[in-house]
């Protein structure tokens, strides 16, 4: 059964860098049948697309972010990792993880999710 | 970007009875749309994805409908494990987008 895990500091502070990390386990993630996805929920509120990647082709971001993030894979660990920088107190939420279905045309559905991790912006 | 416009904010339902969400595009997403339920404190669940598949595990309760802009979501007969947060997301085209949500709440 496929598990995600989110890992990385709870705590950043303002102007630095948040990292994290998602470890994939029960599948590769190398599939084709995949790609790979940080959406994150500001406490309270609703949810936000960050970004995605498939293993072996170029990231896509949500606009809004595009100048602050980068999505890599890692496929030897079977991970993939967020950079974003430049944080402020809106970057404040929980990030989760995910699983996207892709079958070829465009990337589809969210499934499953990671538990996800609250990172608190904050000096 | 598209815009997901969910109504209402929030429902409140007796247990039992029947539940109807909205999930509104500002374009047309054909039939690229999913439903996610969260409850508090846990990651969003895979409901409905093609608008209208259940996703694996799903009760028959729930059911999605719709195309083009309008969506609905029912849950047939609320059990007390059906109070949350409903989301739904389109995957059309870039950026992906989510609505709101609609919190259904016991009355």
């Known amino acids: 059964q496929l598990q995600l895990q989110e890992s990385g500091p709870g705590l950043v502070k303002p102007s630095e860098t948040l990292s994290l990390t998602c470890t994939v386990s029960g599948d590769s993630i190398s599939s084709l049948s995949y790609y790979w996805a940080w959406i994150r929920q500001p406490p309270g509120k609703g949810l936000e697309w960050i970004g995605n990647?498939?293993?072996?082709?170029?990231?896509y971001y949500n606009p809004s972010l595009k100048s602050r993030v980068t999505i890599s894979v890692d496929t030897s660990k079977n991970q993939f990792s967020l950079n974003l920088t430049s944080v402020t107190a809106a970057d404040t939420a929980i990030y989760y993880c995910?699983?996207?279905?892709?079958?070829?045309?465009?990337?589809?559905?969210?499934?499953?999710w990671g538990q996800g991790t609250l990172v608190t912006v904050s000096s | 970007e598209i815009v997901m416009t969910q109504s209402p904010a929030t429902l409140s339902v007796s247990p039992g009875q029947r539940a109807t969400l909205s999930c509104r595009a500002s374009?047309?997403?054909?039939?690229?749309l999913a439903w996610y339920q969260q409850k508090p404190g846990q990651a969003p669940r895979l409901l409905i994805y093609g608008a209208s598949t259940r996703a694996t595990g799903i009760p028959a309760r729930f059911s999605g409908s719709g195309s083009g802009t309008e969506f609905t979501l029912t849950i047939s007969s609320l059990q007390s494990e059906d109070f949350a947060v409903y989301y739904c997301q389109h995957y059309n085209n870039w950026p992906l987008t989510f609505g709101g949500g609609t919190q259904v709440e016991i009355k």
């Open positions: 374009q047309s997403v054909s039939s690229n």
């Open positions: 995910a699983r996207q279905y892709y079958y070829g045309s465009f990337p589809d559905w969210f499934d499953p």
């Open positions: 990647i498939f293993f072996r082709g170029n990231p």
